[in-house]
């Protein structure tokens, strides 16, 4: 079966690239700095300072396998040439729910390249299908788990 590629903008692959990096060097460094003061506290049964560095290692570990996957089957796209007038990746948009009186704000793209204050909406998802391309203006409806929704693409930023 085929995965999926994430989109991700070259700066965010960069920061990937660099935490995953840091993680591999720095990051293990410590780690292990950390389990082996705790190892000479003693008793290990009962030392919460050694199960708390091992907790810590298993979540870096599991966090480097995730941002190695990650970039292994990532897809770059450019948000610079991106049309300031067209939903593709790497862009913020607003939409307006049908009903509602509020935009909400949208990257069309990867979690790991979430602004502060801004929702993340997958190119992939069945709304992020039905954006890619569309204009200001356009009205979009897609199939949501329960059932149609229909949204107005109000501001691309």
Do not use: W
């Amino acid at each position: 079966m085929d995965q999926e590629k994430t989109k991700l903008t070259k700066e965010t692959f960069d920061r990937l690239r660099e935490e995953l990096n840091q993680l591999k060097t720095a990051g293990r460094v410590e780690i292990a700095r950390a389990i082996e003061s705790a190892r000479a506290l003693g008793d290990l049964s009962e030392n919460g300072d050694y199960h708390a560095a091992k907790d810590s290692q298993g979540k870096m570990e599991a966090r480097i396998r995730q941002l190695e996957n990650l970039l292994l089957n990532c897809e770059l796209v450019n948000s610079s040439e991106a049309h300031s007038n067209t939903v593709c990746a790497g862009i913020i948009v607003s939409l307006l729910y049908d009903g509602d009186s509020e935009p909400e704000k949208y990257l069309v793209g990867s979690i790991e390249e979430k602004p502060d204050g801004v929702s993340v909406l997958s190119p992939n998802s069945p709304l992020g299908q039905a954006l890619m391309g569309r204009c200001v203006g356009d009205t979009v409806e897609y199939e949501a788990p329960n059932g149609k929704l229909t949204v107005k693409i109000v501001e691309i930023c």
